[in-house]
């Protein structure tokens, strides 16, 4: 495949195994082994993806989204040329640095964070990719994180731009451009790898597909005959939050998606043996026709060559992803925006806005031990409060839940 040998290097100098039996694998499938076996990608068996862990018998955490993403990727790039195991590996690790209780989460850890430059799931990932997660240090002691290649970090980073560009989202935090120059070197700001790509598309198509399959499921969504109300709703949600279609441009799409036999299996859901085949299937051909869509298209626009780094981009068909956002906008107004959901969200930011408190208070006491190093070598406030956020970024629901409960006091 197309790679040069720089996508291969790594960050840091890496000493040789001891007592190790070598195996001929290449770097890039050490990446996605190093990524797997990480302690922050277990964590994410109890990180909210849409229904929170323990409120369904089998709700998409963010652990399984990412196998999910990974899968779907790992297709797509060995369909057009690009390296599997670089995609794969950007897969498993695109969620790693994201907080307790999903989104809501990271926009109350983003309110907390203003003094040491916001929070952002994206950005997390890649600090914790190259400075949190402990593998390699580099010659002077510092923290290399995993100690990922070039081109799998590249992968990995779905907004290759700091904070304040012109988007709520962003990829890195200012302390932490020195991985990122060196990842990026050469590249222009805001241009992203075809492996990137493919990885960012996998992960639109997971979200939207398995997000709704839960969300039926669990008895939260019904799509059998959507009122014109409703119909509005989800185009507006879609137009807002997903897509850059109008309303009216939109609601044809979802006209149409409501019509195949395969949304059509979903609406009938009735929890028997049949109606989780039924949904089953229909949730295999959703991905297969979005995943579908995108090589075929990508392969008309690039040929039939080895597609890799930046040597195309990839074509996703203006229709597959209008389905695409109105599928999550059917997650979003069901499940993420049902009744009650507003109390719950509010509890869970008050409870990440004491844990910060009271872990900021008692440090360095109140930081794991991994953590404590980087509160003492920190040389200002601001730079002591993303050591705290680093902490609390990192813990599960579980864990969340229950270190409040062990400092925050209780009246």
């Given at each position: 495949m197309g790679?040069?040998?720089?996508?291969?290097e790594?960050?840091?100098?890496?000493p040789?195994?001891?007592?190790?039996?070598?195996?001929?694998r290449?770097p890039?499938?050490?990446?996605?082994?190093?990524v797997?076996h990480?302690?922050?990608?277990r964590?994410?068996?109890d990180?909210?993806?849409?229904v929170v862990?323990g409120e369904?018998?089998?709700?998409?955490?963010?652990?399984t989204?990412?196998?999910e993403?990974a899968?779907?990727?790992?297709?797509?790039?060995a369909?057009?040329g690009?390296?599997?195991?670089?995609?794969?590996?950007?897969?498993?690790?695109?969620d790693?640095g994201?907080?307790p209780?999903?989104h809501?989460?990271?926009?109350a850890?983003?309110?907390l964070?203003?003094?040491?430059?916001?929070?952002?799931?994206?950005?997390?990932?890649?600090?914790?990719?190259?400075r949190l997660?402990?593998?390699i240090?580099?010659?002077d002691g510092?923290p290399?994180?995993?100690n990922?290649?070039r081109?799998?970090?590249d992968?990995?980073c779905k907004?290759?731009w700091p904070?304040?560009?012109g988007?709520?989202?962003?990829?890195y935090?200012a302390?932490d451009?020195g991985?990122?120059g060196?990842?990026?070197?050469?590249?222009?700001?805001?241009?992203?790898?075809?492996?990137?790509?493919?990885?960012?598309?996998?992960?639109?198509?997971?979200y939207s597909?398995?997000?709704?399959e839960?969300?039926?499921h669990?008895g939260?969504?019904r799509?059998?005959?959507?009122?014109?109300?409703?119909?509005?709703t989800?185009?507006?949600?879609?137009?807002?939050?997903?897509?850059?279609?109008?309303v009216?441009?939109?609601?044809?799409?979802?006209?149409e998606l409501l019509d195949?036999p395969?949304?059509?299996?979903?609406?009938g859901?009735d929890?028997?043996?049949?109606?989780q085949?039924?949904?089953?299937?229909?949730?295999?051909?959703?991905?297969g026709?979005?995943?579908?869509?995108?090589?075929?298209?990508?392969?008309?626009?690039?040929?039939?060559?080895d597609?890799?780094?930046y040597?195309?981009?990839?074509?996703?068909?203006?229709?597959?992803a209008?389905?695409?956002?109105l599928?999550?906008?059917?997650?979003a107004?069901?499940?993420?925006r049902r009744s009650g959901?507003?109390?719950q969200?509010?509890?869970?930011?008050?409870l990440?806005?004491?844990?910060?408190?009271?872990v900021?208070e008692?440090?360095?006491e109140?930081?794991?031990?991994?953590?404590?190093a980087s509160?003492f070598a920190?040389?200002s406030d601001?730079?002591?409060?993303?050591?705290?956020i680093?902490?609390?970024?990192?813990l599960?629901?579980?864990?969340?839940v229950?270190r409040?409960d062990?400092?925050?006091?209780?009246d």
């Open positions: 790679y040069l040998p720089e996508a291969a790594r960050w840091a100098r890496e040789d195994k001891r007592d190790a039996v070598r195996t001929p290449s890039f499938a050490r990446d996605r082994a190093r797997l990480s302690y922050a990608f964590r994410l068996a990180k909210t993806q849409v862990p369904d018998d089998f709700p998409r955490t963010r652990l989204h990412s196998l993403v899968q779907i990727g790992r297709e797509i790039a369909a057009l690009a390296d599997p195991d670089v995609v794969d590996a950007a897969g498993l690790a695109h790693i994201h907080p209780f999903g809501n989460g990271e926009a850890l983003n309110a964070a203003h003094e040491c430059g916001g929070f952002e799931g994206n950005a997390q990932t890649l600090r914790v990719l190259t997660e402990a593998k240090v580099h010659d510092s290399a994180g995993l990922l290649t081109a799998t970090l992968a990995t907004y290759p904070r304040g560009s988007s709520a989202k962003f990829g935090y302390d451009d991985a990122f060196w990842f990026r070197d050469g590249v222009a700001e805001g241009r992203r790898c075809i492996e990137a790509q493919i990885m960012d598309w996998a992960d639109d198509v997971a597909v398995h997000d709704v839960d969300g039926v669990a939260l969504i799509l059998a005959n959507p009122s014109e109300d409703e119909r509005v989800l185009c507006t949600i879609a137009a807002s939050d997903y897509s850059n279609l109008t009216d441009e939109l609601a044809p799409v979802l006209d195949r395969t949304l059509r299996d979903l609406a859901y929890g028997s043996y049949a109606a085949a039924a949904a089953k299937r229909a949730t295999s051909e959703l991905t026709r979005f995943a579908g869509a995108a090589v075929a298209a990508t392969r008309t626009a690039h040929g039939s060559g597609l890799t780094r040597g195309a981009d990839l074509v996703v068909p203006r229709e597959v209008a389905e695409c956002a599928l999550k906008a059917v997650a107004h069901y499940v993420m959901i507003t109390e969200q509010a509890a869970q930011r008050r990440l806005a004491e844990l910060v408190e009271a900021a008692g440090a360095p109140t930081l794991d031990r991994g953590l404590r509160w920190a040389a601001g730079a002591r409060v993303r050591v705290v680093d902490q609390v970024a990192q599960t629901d579980s864990s969340a229950a409040h062990r400092l925050v006091r209780r």
